[in-house]
Structure formats: C-alpha cells, structure tokens
C-alpha cells in the first residue's frame, strides 16, 4: 500500500557526494557492452569496502530484449507534453507479501489482463505507470539473478501498454529494507553508509537486468524511474527531515544510489544510451526535491533525466484522515506554491518534472475531488507536469465510517470502467 506521508516534509540538506561517474556506453551491440565480473567479486559473497560498478548477474538467464525501434529525438519536454494524463498499476506487480507470479494479486487486484489496458487507452489515458517489486523474485541472491518468468510476466504487460502507443513508466517498487542495521545481501537498498554498498550493487544489477530486457526494442515511449520513495525507513527520519545525522547520511547516499542506477541503465547501450530516466529526492517529496542543495545525477547526455516527485497535496484534503473534506482557496493557493516551486528549481534549469503519484483520498465528498482534480490538473498542465494518478483498487467508503484511509480506487480493472466517471471526466478534460 501507498505509505502516508507526512504533511510538513521538509526534507533535505544535501551534500552531494557522487562516487561513480557515469560510463561511456557501446552503440554498437544490442545490449551493450557489460563490464567484467572481476575475480575478486566473483569469489566474495560480501560487497567490497568500496562500490565498485560491475554487473554480477547470470547473463545466461537474463530476458534479452530482441526488438529494434528508432528512438526519436523529441525532448523531454515534448515528451511530458504528451504524456498527460497518466495512471498507476498500483497494487500489483509492487506486491511484496509472497514470491512468484501469484504475487501480483496478493494485494486483492486481479490479474492484469491486455483488456484492462486496452481499457485505459479507450478512456483517454496516456500514460501508466508500472510499479515492481523485485527483491521477492530473485532467483538466485549470490548473483542478484532476477526469476525469467517474472521478467517475462512485467514485459508482457509493457508491451500491451506499448501496443496501445502509450507511454510506460517502469520502476523499482517497494525494494526498501525496512531497517538501518545492516541488511543481508539481495534485500533490497537502504539510503544509509552502513548500506551504502550493499544497495548500489543491488540497484546496479537489477537495473542492468531490466535494461537488458527493455533496450533497442522501446523507444522513448518506455521511461525508467530509479526508484520509488526511497528514505530511512523504521527510524523518526523516514518520512521527516530533521537535519540529524541520520537524515543528512540519507541524502548523501541517496546521491550516489541515483547516480549508480543511471550508470547501470547507461552501460547497457543501444537506446538506453539515451532513455529518459526519472530521479526521486528522499520518499519522492516534492519538499526534498525543492531543497537548494538537492542535485540530479550527472549524465553522459544532457536533457535526457526527469524529476521525480509525488504530491497528495495538499496533505490535509488529500491523504489526511479525516482531514479536510473541503477544498478551499487556502489549498489552491498550497497547490500553485508547489508548482511555483518547481518550475523555480527544475524546469527553469531545463529539468522536466513527472508527478508519479497523486490523488485524493475519498472522503465522501465527490464535488470537492472533482474541483481539486480540476484544479490541480489544469495547474500542473500549465507547467508542462504530467501526473499519474495512484490506483489502488480500494475506492468505497463503509456506511457510517470516517476512516478515509487509502482509498484511492477509481477503475475497475474487471469490467474496464470507472468508480467516478465523473472524476475522470474531469481529469480528461483538464489535461486535453
């Protein structure tokens, strides 16, 4: 489930430190070029003292991507032009409570069927995004090997949003281990210098697997976020910067792990030489990314990386329960500061920005959600900021109850129509 944010994040004094320059990468082969398995990794199970960039994965088990489509030259602005409006396959490939294929209903969503796509595009949506967890579904931990089938399953989804000239937004989802003691190797990432190494060798190896089944076949249609919400998660920091140590420590890491994911999907070549890839700060705030001190990734290609954020905002009409039912001017003027802000610091600088996740809890109060889908849609559009709304299947309030926790349903992924034709309608409409 979507994890509450809190209200006040003002997330982030960061001090980049960026340990890994990012490589030149082979135009020649498909794949690209992957560098060597050096001995002394190959004989370790422990990371070395220092991260050293190397693909350590079963290449002879790896989805090989075996298509070819010219990667156009549109800019990212061109491209978060036409990406409006977009939605979240939330809930379902970004389970982590069981391993295999069955996972992806654990959560209570059925399984994903090309009609259910087929569905959004005949709706007027743009854009998905596609949630993945992946530490569940690694076959083999000592190489960081993810399971063939599980690949094959996220790639046939792709493809049906693909098929429907769609933009695809493919992620890491939920691969946060849940404490800042040291983490067993092939647990996931943790933005801390305890765990520092640990989680680059896991970001650069899965993100090498995904870029090798997802390359010269996909043009710019197919977008790679580096990671979802990523933050210290079981300590006071997690959602709240606090300017401790352990909060300054996050972000420095965090750094470097966004930087080691870029150099990954770059070292595979072919068209992820130039993929558009998005960049979160600290759990995806909009106050982190807004910080002065907060920096992208250096790339070998300029233009070529987004910023990621997410905005359930504002937080007291949009996520808080019970919250605000009503949607006032003081919230309008919330939502335009946020915008402000964003274009001051990124789009300004040439940066485009991609709300992954938005929404508004339902609290009962359909026409207050419809003007605050209104107006938040027509505002980001004014920026050139597509928004994915974050879907979660759960959208009915219980007769009687004030708990408006997480209910964020609005298509009904078995009969391919909407819980609130009238919301969608209306976000349509603002981002036409």
Known sequence: MKKLLSVALVIFCIAASLSCKPKKTDQQGQFGSFPK???KAAKTAEP??????????????????????????????????????????GNTFDATGSTGLASEMSWGQPHTEKEMI??????????IRIPVTWHNHISDKSTYTINTEWM???????????ENDMYVILNIHHDDYDKESKMPKCSGIYPNKTNLVESQRYLYNIWGQIATAFNNGYDEHLIFETMNEPRPKGTPDEWWFSGSTRSIDAARSLNQMNQTALDAIRAT??????????????????????S?????????????LIL???????YSFAMESPGARQFTAAHKTELVNLFNSLRDKFINNKYPVVIGEYGATNKNNLEDRIAWFDFYLRTAKDYGIPCCLWDNGVW???????DYSEHYGYYNRTKQTWYFPEITKTIIEATE
């Open 269 to 290: 070549g072919g068209n992820n030489a130039k993929r558009f890839v998005m960049c979160p700060a600290l759990a995806a705030s909009e106050h982190a990314a807004a």
């Open 118 to 127: 087929d569905g959004l595009a005949k709706s007027g949506i743009k854009t």
């Open 48 to 89: 070395a003292e220092a991260f050293t960039p190397e693909f350590l994965f079963d290449s002879s088990k790896a989805v090989k991507d075996e298509g070819h489509k010219e990667f156009s030259s549109i800019t990212g602005f061109e491209l978060t032009k036409n990406m409006m409006p977009g939605w979240n396959l």
């Open 308 to 314: 990621s954020i997410h905005a359930y905002s504002p």
């Open 37 to 39: 398995k050096t001995e």
């Open 396 to 402: 009915e309030v219980p007769a009687g109850s004030t």
């Open 292 to 304: 002065s001190l907060f920096k992208m990734p250096t790339d070998v290609e300029r233009g070529r």
């Open 152 to 162: 094959k399953r996220v790639k046939t989804v792709v493809d049906w949003a693909i």
